[in-house]
């Protein structure tokens, strides 16, 4: 069993700072990718970031300069720095990872994708 779990978010005024954290655990043989979405009310599931194994990350322009992705605990872990926050950034926020589970296959284990349960950032004053 695998699962993602996020904690850090809440309510926080325009300008504000807050930071989400998600760990991953269960029967992982490597975790690839590691990333943050959001869906606003009525709107579809964006990405914000993501980063890879070797650090690689990519942002949505909308928080570039603003939000910040890193990884670490042997890299099961991923965090999302969220600066200058704007009442637009008021979302559902989700984590993802791109896996491999641990069937004691080594590398040829297979790769499953996983959502965590989400966690309600609001940006409201």
């Known amino acids: 069993q695998v699962q993602l779990v996020e904690s850090g978010g809440g309510l926080v005024q325009p300008g504000g700072s807050l930071n989400l954290s998600c760990v991953a655990s269960g029967s992982i043989f490597s975790i690839d990718n590691l990333g943050w979405y959001r869906q606003a009310p009525e709107k579809q599931r964006e990405l914000v970031a993501t980063i890879t194994s070797s650090g690689s990350t990519n942002y949505a322009d909308s928080v570039k300069g603003r939000f910040t992705i890193s990884r670490d605990n042997g890299q099961s872990t991923v965090i999302l720095q969220m600066h200058n926050l704007k009442p637009e950034d008021t979302a559902v926020y989700y984590c993802?990872?791109?896996?491999?589970?641990?069937?004691?296959?080594?590398?040829?284990?297979?790769?499953?994708?996983?959502w965590g349960q989400g966690t309600q950032v609001t940006v409201s004053s």
């Open positions: 993802k990872a791109v896996l491999q589970k641990d069937y004691g296959l080594g590398s040829r284990n297979p790769r499953f994708q996983y």
